[in-house]
């Protein structure tokens, strides 16, 4: 199993600015998902192995942008123009070539955007 690490999470302010980054142990597709607390888990983003593949959920659409470094095996989420609906735990999500789903899964890192 790919093993996925995030960082990059913390506090902001609404119209802020975050960077999040997942180092993988391998290139794979990738994508971040997020869960606000009482919600479900949702998709925001996704890249594919090569980064020529690129779809984003409907609420991040414009203000949040993913893209990968394949030197480093790493793919970022570039979240602008917050909300503090965006207030959630992110995740990073892999899949293996030839799969359909998701197959690895990060820790988890928190994002809370204030007013």
């Known amino acids: 199993q790919v093993q996925l690490v995030e960082s990059g999470g913390g506090l902001a302010q609404a119209g802020g600015s975050l960077r999040l980054s997942c180092a993988a142990s391998?290139?794979?597709?990738m994508a971040w998902f997020r869960q606000a607390d009482g919600k479900e888990r949702e998709f925001v983003a996704h890249?594919?192995?090569?980064?020529?593949?690129?779809t984003y959920g409907d609420s991040v659409k414009g203000r949040f942008t993913i893209s990968r470094d394949n030197a480093k095996n790493t793919v970022y989420l570039q979240m602008s123009s917050l909300k503090p609906e965006d207030t959630a735990v992110y995740y990073c999500?892999?899949?293996?070539?030839?799969?359909?789903?998701?197959?690895?899964w990060g820790q988890g890192t928190q994002v809370t955007v204030s007013a």
């Open positions: 999500a892999g899949r293996n070539i030839g799969s359909t789903s998701y197959d690895s």
């Open positions: 391998e290139r794979i597709s």
């Open positions: 890249i594919s192995y090569s980064g020529s593949y690129i």
